[in-house]
């Protein structure tokens, strides 16, 4: 099974982009990239995935190496609001996701 | 529509009592999930669902069983409670799984504790 690491915190200031990093060197082929984040005791909520290409959303951008061993989650404008744990999610089988630690995003005012 | 909904959000048990948490979702998924979470950590899959009439193991299951009776509904029960299920848990539900899209759907939590 593909594992993530992830640095256990970060800070970025309000304003500016948050760049979450995550390694993966170990994914297959077919399995996809998956961002979640988790607001202070609420239920985590989906970001974005993507597979070997680049992929922007509402909420968020997210980059994946030519050799999908690592990928990086950007926030273009983190807001306070944006303080929460971020989780990089391999899936793993076909209907389970595991998650990690993840990263602790303090954004500072 | 409320997405996922959990029955209670608070409980209090004492060791060996047993319990049933309720999740409910109005959104058709045919899969759901059940997790827990302990302070600092990340959520761990208990038990999981690929349809109605169906369950399947996930990372911890000891100490708890489901019930997929209705597709809208994913029970979570403990038999004999003990002070090591003291967590949040956490329910879900996504889509019928195609290639790799699986956005998870999640409710807001059950925090029990077991003394």
Known sequence: ?109 | NAGVTQTPKFRVLKTGQSMTLLCAQDMNHEYMYWYRQDPGMGLRLIHYSVGEGTTAKGEVPDGYNVSRLKKQNFLLGLESAAPSQTSVYFCASSYFQVVAYNEQFFGPGTRLTVL
């Not at chain 1, 995550?22 to 984040?37: A, K």
């Not at chain 1, 993507?50 to 273009?76: F, H, W, Y």
């Open chain 1, 1 to 109: 099974d593909a594992k993530t690491t992830q640095p256990p915190s970060m800070d970025c200031a309000e304003g500016r982009a948050a760049n979450l990093p995550c390694n993966h060197s170990t994914i297959s082929g077919n399995e996809y990239v998956y961002w979640y984040r988790q607001i202070h005791s609420q239920g985590p909520q989906y970001i974005i995935h993507g597979l070997k290409n680049n992929e922007t959303n509402e909420m968020a951008s997210l980059i994946i190496t030519e050799d999908r061993k690592s990928s990086t989650l950007i926030l273009p404008h983190a807001t306070l609001r944006d303080t929460a744990v971020y989780y990089c999610i391999v899936r793993v089988r076909d209907d389970k996701i595991i998650f990690g630690k993840g990263t602790r995003l303090h954004i500072l005012p």
